[in-house]
C-alpha cells in the first residue's frame, strides 16, 4: 500500500519536473532542478565541532575523578582511586575526541565527495 | 529588566506549591516548558488535522520535519531503531522548540538550565541501559570489550570504556545546556554594551554601532546554535541507542 502511494508520488513529481524544465527551456530560462529526497541536513559547523570535542574531553576526565572520588570515599584509600581514575579519564577523554573526530572526518568526507559530484552534474 | 547578564536565568515562582516540604512551584521555566509541549503538540494536531494528499504548506513542514528526523534515526540506528521514534522526535522537537522559544526577547530559555538537560539526557541514557540489557542479555556488555584487545591490558581497555561510557549524558547535557546558556550571555554582554557606550555622548552614539552590528550578527549565530544543538542531541541520541540495539557494533 505505502509502497504504491509513493510510486504514484514519485512518477507524478517525475512529470511535473519534466514539464518544468521543458516550460523553463521554452522561456529560456536556466534554473536548475529541485533536489529532491531527504531535507539536507546542516553542514558540520567548526564551532558545532569545537564545542563537541571539548566537552566529550572535558566529561570524559570529569566522570573518571568523580568514579575515582567515589571509590575513595568508599573503600578509604584516599588519593590514590582518584589519581588512578583521573588518569583513566583523561585516556577516554582522548579515545573519544578521537571516535568523535573520526565520526566527523566520515561525514566530512562523504559531504566532499557528495559536492565533487554534484560539480560533475554541472560541468 | 536588570542589566546583568545572568539575570535572565533567574527562575520566578509564578504559583508557589509545597508538597511534603518539597518546592514543586510552577516556575517561569514550568511555564516556559508547558508552552514549548502545547505549542508543539498544537501546532502537529493542527497541521495534520486535514491529511490532503497534497499537503497544505503547514502539512508540508510537519511532514518534513517527520522525515528528517525519521532519516536521522534510520541512517544511524537502522529500521529497528524507528521503534524509538516517538522518544526521538519528542526530544528533537521539544528542545528545537524550547531553543527557538528562548530567542524572543525577554522569554526564558529551558535548556539554558543543566537540571533540564541532564534529565533529557539521563532518560536517553536509561532508556540505552534499559533496553540494551532487555534486548541482548549480558551481550549488552560487549559495548565495553572491543574486540580484538589483547587480554592482559584488557582490564585497562575496560575501565577506559566504562569511563567513557558514563561520560557520555555528561558531556550529552553540557553541550546543550552550555551552549544555551554562553550564547545568551554574550548577547546580553554585547546588547548590554550598546547601552552603556551611547550613555557617554556623542562620541559613544556613534562607537555603540559597533557592539550594535555585533549583536545582530550573534543573534543570527544563535538562531543557528538553537537549531545545530537540538540536532546535534538527536544525533547522538540516536547513535546511544544504536549501541543498544547493536552492542559491540563499531
Known amino acids: 500500500m505505502a509502497r504504491k502511494s509513493t510510486q504514484i508520488d514519485t512518477s507524478a513529481k517525475q512529470d511535473l519536473d519534466k514539464r518544468l524544465k521543458e516550460m523553463n527551456q521554452r522561456l529560456g530560462r536556466n534554473v536548475q532542478p ?46 590514590w582511586a582518584m589519581i588512578v581514575f583521573l588518569l583513566l579519564g583523561f585516556v577516554a577523554g582522548i579515545m573519544n575526541v578521537l571516535r568523535a573526530a573520526g565520526e566527523m572526518d566520515g561525514t566530512l568526507s562523504s559531504e566532499i565527495s557528495k559536492r565533487q559530484e554534484g560539480n560533475r552534474d554541472e560541468s | 529588566m536588570a542589566n546583568d547578564p545572568i539575570s535572565q536565568f533567574k527562575l520566578t515562582e509564578l504559583i508557589p506549591l509545597e508538597i511534603a516540604e518539597t518546592n514543586i512551584s510552577f516556575t517561569n521555566s514550568s511555564l516556559f516548558m508547558v508552552a514549548t509541549v502545547v505549542l508543539t503538540s498544537g501546532y502537529f494536531i493542527w497541521a495534520t ?32 531503531g524507528m521503534r524509538f521514534f516517538p522518544l526521538v522526535f519528542s526530544l528533537f522537537l521539544f528542545i528545537l522548540v524550547a531553543n527557538m522559544l528562548g530567542m524572543f526577547p525577554y522569554f526564558f530559555t529551558v535548556t539554558s538550565h543543566m537540571i533540564i538537560t541532564v534529565a533529557l539526557a539521563l532518560l536517553v541514557f536509561a532508556t540505552v541501559i534499559i533496553v540494551g540489557l532487555m534486548r541482548n542479555g549480558l551481550g549488552f556488555l560487549k559495548l ?74 550573534l543573534t543570527a549565530l544563535e538562531f543557528l546554535v538553537a537549531f545545530l544543538q537540538a ?13 543498544a540495539l547493536h552492542p559491540g557494533g563499531h
Not at chain 1, 38 to 51: I, L
Not at chain 2, 53 to 66: D, G, K, N, V, W
Not at chain 2, 70 to 79: E, K
Not at chain 2, 184 to 192: E, P, Q, Y
Open chain 1, 34 to 79: 529541485e533536489k529532491d529526497g531527504s531535507p539536507e541536513k546542516p553542514a558540520n559547523t567548526g564551532y558545532g565541532n569545537a564545542f563537541r570535542l571539548s566537552s566529550e574531553f572535558i566529561s570524559a576526565i570529569l566522570v573518571g575523578a568523580a568514579i575515582g572520588y567515589g571509590i575513595d570515599w568508599l573503600l578509604g584509600t584516599t588519593p
Open chain 2, 49 to 80: 488535522s486535514s491529511r490532503g494528499l497534497i499537503p497544505s504548506r503547514a502539512q508540508s513542514f510537519a511532514e518534513m520535519t517527520y522525515e528528517f528526523v525519521a532519516n536521522m534515526l534510520r541512517d544511524s540506528a537502522g529500521s529497528e
Open chain 2, 144 to 217: 565495553f570489550v572491543p574486540s580484538g584487545v589483547p587480554l592482559a591490558i584488557m582490564p585497562l581497555v575496560i575501565a577506559i570504556e566504562v569511563i567513557s561510557f558514563f561520560a557520555r549524558p555528561v558531556s550529552h547535557s553540557i553541550r546543550l545546556f552550555a551552549n544555551m546558556l554562553a550564547g545568551h550571555i554574550t548577547l546580553k554582554v554585547f546588547a548590554g554594551f550598546i547601552v552603556s557606550m551611547g550613555s557617554i555622548g556623542a562620541v559613544g552614539i556613534v562607537g555603540a554601532i559597533l557592539p550594535l552590528i555585533m549583536t545582530i550578527g
Open chain 2, 231 to 243: 540536532y546535534v542531541f538527536t544525533m547522538l541520541t540516536c547513535m546511544y541507542l544504536n549501541d
